[in-house]
């Protein structure tokens, strides 16, 4: 299953933010690049990967982040992962991200800095705005369906 959407809003602009939210002073180009290959997972949860991140890019005008993933669907988290999606139950998307705190020595204040991509997560309800899940695709056939054999009796 592929799913697609805002991963993050546009970064802030305050040039005296200093805070863990993605900002003007982080390298977008760079966290976008990261993207691509993490791990997708549900609601952070470490242990459950449910697939992983395809492709990362940002609006031109505004900086919003955005993503395309693959759910796979091939093993039993995954499967269960595409139908909640399909069913509405996950809708949003909470990109993971670490970064470092460190201490201004000209103005003595803590700043978060160093940010790195970790993972993007599905989660039914996202800390940041309009972070959503806006397209799903997936193939009629799902692995995990009970296929019938056919009738050779004729």
């Not at 002073?25 to 459950?48: F, Q, V």
């Not at 995990?144 to 056919?150: E, S, T």
Request: charged content about 20%; proline content about 7%.
């Amino acid at each position: 299953m592929l799913i697609a959407g805002r991963v993050n809003p546009p970064p802030i602009t305050d040039a005296a933010y200093a805070g863990v939210y993605l900002s003007g002073k982080d390298n977008i180009p760079e966290l976008m690049h990261a993207l691509r290959g993490a791990p997708l997972r549900i609601e952070h949860n470490g242990n459950a990967q449910v697939g992983r991140v395809l492709q990362g890019w940002s609006d031109p005008q505004s900086g919003a982040l955005y993503a395309l993933a693959e759910v796979d669907i091939s093993h039993v988290p995954g499967a269960l992962a595409a139908a909640a999606i399909e069913k509405g139950a996950f809708r949003d998307f909470s990109l993971g991200y670490t970064s470092q705190l460190q201490r201004n020595q000209s103005t003595g204040r803590l700043e978060a800095g160093n940010k790195r991509i970790i993972e993007l997560s599905v989660v039914k309800t996202g800390a940041r705005p309009d972070c959503r899940i806006t397209h799903h695709h997936h193939q009629p056939q799902a692995p995990l369906q009970k296929r019938r054999k056919p009738n050779t009796d004729s």
